[in-house]
């Protein structure tokens, strides 16, 4: 048994920026399935938004601005106490970045350069080059290990131990050994980031298993607006590598066959820089309408920005464009088309990041708090996680801290102990014949089919009694590999497991949203219903799946109107 004050799940900019600040007041932990340095922030390409009005250009920018544009974007989903809250700190939140040793990119006068993004009034998105995730990264984790929190690298959470309605630690097993043990901690929390493996295009990576919430769903938590899902406008084809928004951002245009700046039919003021849902949608229907080149993709054309301006502040997607498409930017279109980015819904929790469950708490892309409600704007999900990670780990430690040290529950955790032993063990010994690899590419490919950007009744229920099916044959898997150290057959063995459970939740969600919002497209439904909408979606686990009940959105000064761009 491993005990500490606060315990992390998830190393990347949320756990780190929480770890910062816990162990100010208490003795913290983190721990990672990855090493945090390899956390998918580090792929987070064009930037991290806030009013800074510290340029010609945005100088009357503040705050309120970003906030509206921030509810605007969510499609009025968004709880706006909260969207307060982030857009409030996030001046503050950079500047403690750069004073960290940020390399933020400049402008002329040394000022931190920000360029637009999609849905902005003004251009707020500070930036590193194309690379502000790794940047980012790096600062926080050096402010991490500065403030001596302890690291579990390559360990995976695996449950949540919980008394009489409080946290009382996790389950965890070291992947390098294999061996499963009980970490107690007075308060946890969850930063696992995103769920975006289970769509089969995605521009997130295959450690994006939504463990964290499947994690908070099992042990009682609701999981809130997850039938929200981002589906980036510009993945590079066929790879579904991300092309940052950033490169909209310096001027970049989407192209269609017949050589038109087709955003102008959708979008005509924003154009290229309306919300990702807007840009998306009209992307796919460019190509469904037989515009689409080879009837495939459509192109961002960036030629015309100059070489120049493209290695200094593109860098990274020339190099993915050439290293992946074989196509250099500087001289041809990039090959672009819809896929998966980021996970709105997550696990429910308040403005402070406080779950149901006592001593819980949760930050970054796992949680749902909910800022981005129907539909995130870039640059504000790194922006989430500074901002969320820093309150989740303030409460955490002065939880921690006031919080008396109780004597340990040996029954509680050797019982815990013990569930996930024996779930091992029937992996280890199997029920059938059913692959993990298999049953996993077909989910992905069933949610790319049935609940992908353009969704209906019918392919939902279909998505549904397949993913039921998936579940039967769940419990009939071939025995996993019984090696100890790096069993990644284990690995992905629990994983389908969560994201079968969340998948189940996504559709179920999706079904009862009989509304277009933001992503989340109705054919059967296309207007947004604020009558009997308005209101965001809390999924609880029950033994016969998700059950769905409604919580309200918490509406402030901004009330819901027709969004135009
Ligand atoms: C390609 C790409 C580009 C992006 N660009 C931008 C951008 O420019 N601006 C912007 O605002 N947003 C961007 N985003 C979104 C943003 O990067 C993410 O939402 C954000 O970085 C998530 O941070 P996080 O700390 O919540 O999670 P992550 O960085 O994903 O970290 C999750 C952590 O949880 C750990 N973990 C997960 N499960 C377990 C488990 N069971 N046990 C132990 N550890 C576990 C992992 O090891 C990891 O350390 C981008 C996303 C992608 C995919």
Redesign the pocket.
């Known amino acids: 048994m491993i005990s500490h004050e606060v315990l992390i799940?998830?190393?990347?900019?949320?756990?780190?920026r929480a770890a910062i600040e816990s162990s100010k007041y208490a003795d913290s932990a983190v721990?990672?399935?990855?090493h945090?340095l390899?956390?998918?922030?580090?792929?987070?390409?064009?930037?991290?938004?806030a009013s800074l009005a510290n340029i010609e250009a945005n100088r009357d920018d503040n705050w309120e601005k970003h906030a509206y544009d921030t509810v605007k974007g969510s499609d009025f989903l968004a709880d706006q106490d909260a969207v307060e809250v982030m857009t409030r700190e996030a001046p503050e939140r950079i500047i403690e970045m750069e004073h960290w040793g940020c390399p933020f990119s400049r402008t002329q006068d040394g000022k931190i350069a920000q360029r637009p993004f999609g849905g902005a009034g003004y251009p707020r998105?500070c930036?590193a080059a194309d690379k502000?995730?790794h940047y980012l990264?790096v600062t926080a984790y050096e402010q991490a290990l500065k403030q001596k929190v302890k690291f579990y690298n390559e360990?995976?959470?695996?449950s949540a131990i919980v008394d009489n309605g409080a946290i009382k630690g996790i389950t965890?097993f070291d992947i390098l050994t294999g061996d499963l043990e009980v970490f107690t901690a007075k308060a946890v929390v969850l930063?696992?980031?995103?769920a975006?493996w289970l769509y089969g295009k995605s521009?997130?990576?295959m450690?994006?298993?939504g463990?964290?919430m499947a994690?908070a769903y099992r042990a009682g938590v609701a999981l809130k607006d997850m039938e929200f899902v981002q589906f980036h406008p510009t993945a590079l084809y066929p790879t579904c590598?991300?092309i940052?928004?950033?490169a909209r951002g310096e001027g970049g245009y989407l192209v269609n066959s017949k050589g038109e700046r087709f955003m102008q039919r959708y979008a005509a003021k924003a154009m290229e820089l309306a919300p990702r849902d807007i840009v998306s949608r009209s992307i796919q229907k460019e190509i469904d309408e037989g515009r689409g080149v080879k009837d495939l993709y459509v192109h961002l054309d960036v030629r015309h920005l100059g070489k120049n301006k493209i290695l200094s502040n593109l860098p990274g997607i020339r190099d993915i464009a050439m290293q992946f498409a074989d196509i250099d930017p500087v001289n041809e279109p990039i090959p672009v088309q819809p896929a998966q980015?980021?996970t709105m819904g997550g696990i429910d929790c308040n403005a402070k990041c406080e779950t149901t469950i006592k001593g819980l708490y949760a930050?970054?892309?796992?949680a749902c708090i909910s800022v981005h409600g129907a539909n995130r704007l870039?640059?504000?999900?790194?922006?989430?996680?500074v901002v969320f990670?820093k309150i989740a780990g303030e409460q955490a430690g002065n939880f921690a801290k006031n919080t008396p040290q109780e004597t340990k529950k040996e029954a509680l955790y050797g019982d815990a102990l013990k569930t996930e032993k024996d779930q091992i063990q029937r992996l280890f010994e199997g029920s059938g014949d059913a692959d993990t690899a298999l049953l996993r590419e077909e989910m992905r490919g069933l949610m790319v089919d049935k609940a992908f950007m353009f969704r209906n009744k019918d392919g939902l229920i279909e998505a549904k009694s397949k993913l039921d099916q998936l579940g039967s044959r769940l419990g009939k898997l071939r025995p996993i590999a019984r090696y100890k150290v790096f069993n990644l057959d284990l690995i992905r063995a629990i994983e389908l497991r969560e994201m079968l459970e969340l998948a189940e939740v996504i559709v179920a969600s999706a079904l009862s949203r009989e509304e277009s919002r933001g992503s989340h497209v109705r054919l059967d439904f296309p207007k947004r219903d604020d009558t009997r909408f308005l209101k965001h979606t809390l999924a609880y686990k029950t033994a016969d799946g998700p059950r769905i009940e409604f919580s309200p959105v918490k509406i402030a000064r901004w009330q819901p109107e027709e969004r135009k761009y």
């Open positions: 799940v998830g190393g990347g900019l949320a756990g780190l721990l990672s399935r990855v945090p390899r956390s998918h922030t580090g792929a987070a390409q064009g930037g991290i938004n998105t930036y502000t995730g990264l360990w995976f959470a695996t965890a930063a696992t980031g995103g975006g521009t997130n990576s450690i994006n298993t463990s964290g994690i590598i991300l940052t928004e950033g980015h980021y930050a970054g892309e796992c870039g640059g504000n999900s790194l922006l989430d996680t990670g």
